[in-house]
C-alpha cells in the first residue's frame, strides 16, 4: 500500500501527464514500469521489513551498517540518500509552485507557497521524527491511491459516459 502511495504521487499526475502531452508514445514506458516495480517489491520487501523489524533498523543506514558490520558504510548510505534525496524534494516543492500558480492563475504565488511548504517540511520531519513521517506517508499513500481510483472512475463518467462507454467506444474505433 505504501509503494503504490508512493509511485502515485507528483510524478504520475504531473510528470507523466507533462511527457505524455510534450513526447507522446514515449509516457508508455510507465506501463511495464510499473508493474514490474510492483513485482520487485512484492518479493523483496517483506525481507527487507521482517530484518528491519527483527533487528531495530530505521533508515537504510541502519540496515547496511547492521548488514556489512561497518558504521562507515552506513553513514556513507545516509549521507547519499540524503544527498539524492534533495533533487527529488526540489522537484516536489517546484510541483506545488506550479500547480499554485496554474490553480490561482496568478506567476508570483509559487514562490511564497515553495518557501511555506520548504518551512513546513522542515518544521514536520523536526517535529515528528521519522516515525511521524512515515505514519504520515501512509495517510498520504491511502489518499493518493483513492484520489487515482476516483479519477479512474470520474473522469471516463464524465468526458465518455463511463468506462465501459468508453471502452466500447475505442473497441468500435479498432474493430
Known amino acids: 500500500m505504501l509503494q503504490a502511495g508512493e509511485i502515485y504521487t507528483t510524478f504520475t499526475f504531473l510528470g507523466l501527464a507533462g511527457l505524455a502531452f510534450t513526447s507522446g508514445v514515449a509516457v508508455t514506458y510507465a506501463l511495464p514500469y510499473l508493474p514490474l516495480a510492483y513485482v520487485g517489491l512484492y518479493a523483496i520487501t517483506p525481507v527487507i521489513w521482517r530484518m528491519g523489524r527483527d533487528r531495530g533498523y530505521l533508515t537504510q543506514g541502519d540496515f547496511f551498517a547492521d548488514r556489512y558490520a561497518s558504521r562507515l558504510f ?26 499554485i500558480e496554474l490553480a490561482t492563475g496568478y506567476e508570483g504565488a509559487g514562490t511564497p507557497a515553495m518557501i511555506a511548504a520548504s518551512v513546513l517540511v522542515a518544521a514536520f520531519v523536526l517535529w515528528s521524527g521519522i516515525q511521524g ?13 483513492v484520489a487515482l481510483l476516483v479519477l479512474l472512475v470520474m473522469v471516463p463518467a464524465h468526458y465518455n459516459g463511463g468506462i465501459n462507454h468508453l471502452v466500447a467506444r475505442h473497441a468500435a474505433l479498432a474493430g
Open 74 to 99: 552506513g553513514g556513507l548510505t545516509s549521507a547519499l540518500g540524503v544527498l539524492f534525496l534533495l533533487p527529488y524534494l526540489q522537484l516536489q516543492i517546484t510541483g506545488l509552485g506550479l500547480v
Open 133 to 145: 513521517v512515515a505514519k504520515a506517508a501512509y495517510l498520504k499513500d491511502a489518499l493518493m491511491v
